[in-house]
């Protein structure tokens, strides 16, 4: 009976500045997974969190204001006020800082209670973008972003763009950005979060080395001493899976170098300022044409045959002859056994012969037509 008292107690709340009750939103803004890491996010104006008591039931607790659950917002000032604690300067503490400051504030009056601190919606940011990117100006983003986000909302870094610059924050404070990967890892050198009204400039590439991608797309990256395609490709991200190591190449004043062979791996070449590496992906689908009703891409899978191929490519048309050329690399394959059960590899094309008939129609039918002219022509002169 207590409990359920209590539950009504709670219901007939409304926290301050919340437009609904706090049941109510509860289910629109919590969330397993915390937003930040609540060691390391810096809470600021704007914030938005959630603040569980537990703890306390009495109608004393409820008439100072006290709910279960309720949702606030960093004022302008710094400060969290909450219903029953009072403001208390949360501008950069850490989330669980913040929450550690929550308890000690309500410990001083009611010793039973025990408060959360949970991170809700973060605080919108303006943040200035310039330098090598190739749509510089003013972006909105939120505070759990980083200078890396910032960038892409500018467009990328440009062709001869750097990927290191720095930050300059509204204390005068200068943060060096490194987008380069961290070898063998999926995170970059140095990318800070972003901080409201920031400057983010990216620097020019002063001893380029050029990446032409299979999509013709130039990058650049600054050379480091005495690096080699290994390392370069390290601080590239790794290679890709879809990277095809044996056809690229890296180019040098007119010359084509191997970057990879199956016996050493990648080459130990030493890197100079102006090398380009062509990088050369595998197809990641079939081509098949000829005598089938959607003749084009089909995607790659490696279970799939030649007649599996044919099938997805719509089926055979009724002039098809059945017999099929394979193409790899410009080179017509030789298919051990049944051609149609053959597997194939990615960029291979399909050709699906049309019948002799078909194929030779105009031929055919220029011999028909000179055989009736000349029986027309006998007939006449007979006459």
Known sequence: MLLILTVLLAQSIQPAGTAASAWEMRGTYETVLELADRNSYLMGPGDVVAVTIAG???????????????????????????????AVPVEGLTIEEAQRELQRR???????LTVTLSLQEPRLLRVNVGGMVNEPGTYVLSALDRVSDAIHMAGGISTFGSRKGWMLTQSGDSLEIDLNMVPGTASHVSDPFLLNNADVMMAVCTDPVFILTPDNHLETR????????????????????????????????GDCFPIWSDSAGFSRMELYAGDTLMVVSMEDSVVVGGAVNRPGRVPYSPENTVYDYIVL?????????????????????????????ARLLPGDVVELDYSWFQKNSALISLITSAISLGITLYSISSN
Do not use: C, H, K
Request: a negative charge.
């Open 56 to 86: 306390g039931s009495s109608q004393y607790l409820v008439s100072a204001g006290f709910s279960p659950w309720a949702v606030y917002a960093v004022g302008g000032d710094g400060y969290l006020s909450v219903a029953g604690i009072g």
């Open 106 to 112: 309500a410990s001083t009056y009611y010793s039973s």
């Open 222 to 253: 600054d050379l480091r001493p005495e690096e080699d395609l290994e390392s370069l490709m390290a601080r590239m991200g790794g290679v890709r899976g879809n990277m095809d190591l044996r056809r690229s190449l890296l180019l040098r004043e």
């Open 313 to 341: 490519a719509g089926g055979p048309l009724s002039t098809s002859g059945g017999g099929v050329t394979v193409l790899r690399e410009g080179r017509e394959v030789n298919l051990e056994g049944e051609e149609r059960e």
